[in-house]
């Protein structure tokens, strides 16, 4: 069984800096694109930062030039180094991943959500 987990929520000031963290556990053969996505009450889920297996990123384009993907594959690990934050990148922010794993294949996997809120 797979399982996402995520830490490093918390409350901060406008302007001020988070580090997420997302570590996959379980029967995990490859590890491939990982993920941030947030969501508000009301509003879908949208996304933060996806990155592949070899390190190519891709950004929303209200975090761009703030927000920061990275991953570890020996941790199986991904990293979202959020700066400058704003009031609206309050949200609970979930990691996700596709993963392959024996035998069932590659699925889609959610984290549980870690809030974030940012507030004067």
């Known amino acids: 069984q797979v399982q996402l987990v995520e830490s490093g929520g918390g409350l901060v000031q406008p302007g001020g800096s988070l580090l997420l963290s997302c570590a996959a556990s379980g029967n995990i053969f490859s590890l491939n694109n990982m993920g941030w996505y947030r969501q508000t009450p009301g509003a879908q889920r949208e996304l933060v930062a996806s990155?592949?297996?070899?390190?190519?990123?891709r950004y929303g384009n209200s975090v761009k030039g703030r927000f920061t993907i990275s991953r570890d594959n020996a941790k199986n690990t991904v990293y979202l180094q959020m700066n400058s934050l704003k009031l609206e990148d309050t949200a609970v922010y979930y990691c996700?991943?596709?993963?392959?794993?024996?035998?069932?294949?590659?699925?889609?996997?959610w984290g549980q959500g870690v809030q974030v809120t940012v507030s004067a």
């Open positions: 996700d991943a596709d993963i392959y794993t024996v035998p069932d294949g590659l699925d889609h996997y």
């Open positions: 990155i592949t297996a070899n390190g190519s990123p």
